[in-house]
């Protein structure tokens, strides 16, 4: 049960900061090139983001779920994320229904951004694992019971 709610904790937590990154992403046409919508943009690309991460999260908890951080790849995160922004486009292509050109536009462009969102992601959490775990490289020894320990596991003492 806690695994579960760690990953699910660990998805919302994904697509929060995906949400975040794409919500600065959707700043820059309004900031820098003066464009003006009806759709704030920002907020779509947010819910993008959040879409996107957990997304992200799912594929990457169905193929590489029992992998340490430090065991993964940045190409290899890079390539989920770039797998689960086509999946994004194909989903948003498909329920807004647009023609071959659009999608073929914004594929690459969710892909990309997904696939940079992936990379950031695993650099960050890399950075906090280290920063977290104590360097293990010496040659330390197992934790052992003491005797007073084993005994109040066993039952026999009080």
Partial sequence: MWKWQRRIRGAIGMALTWAAALFAVGLVPRWVF??????????????FGFIAGVTFSALL??????????QLSIRRFAGWGAIGGLLLSAIWANAVSLRLGEVLAIAPTFALACAVCASGSLAVARR???????????????????????????????
Wanted: net charge negative.
């Fill in 34 to 47: 003066g464009v003006h919508t009806d759709v704030p943009i920002p907020l779509v690309f947010g819910v």
């Fill in 128 to 158: 906090a694992v280290r920063r977290e775990l104590p360097d293990t490289r010496g040659n330390i020894a197992e934790p052992e019971l003491t005797d007073h320990e084993k005994r109040n596991l066993l039952g026999g003492g009080h």
């Fill in 61 to 70: 908890m169905l193929t590489d779920g029992r992998r340490r951080f430090e």
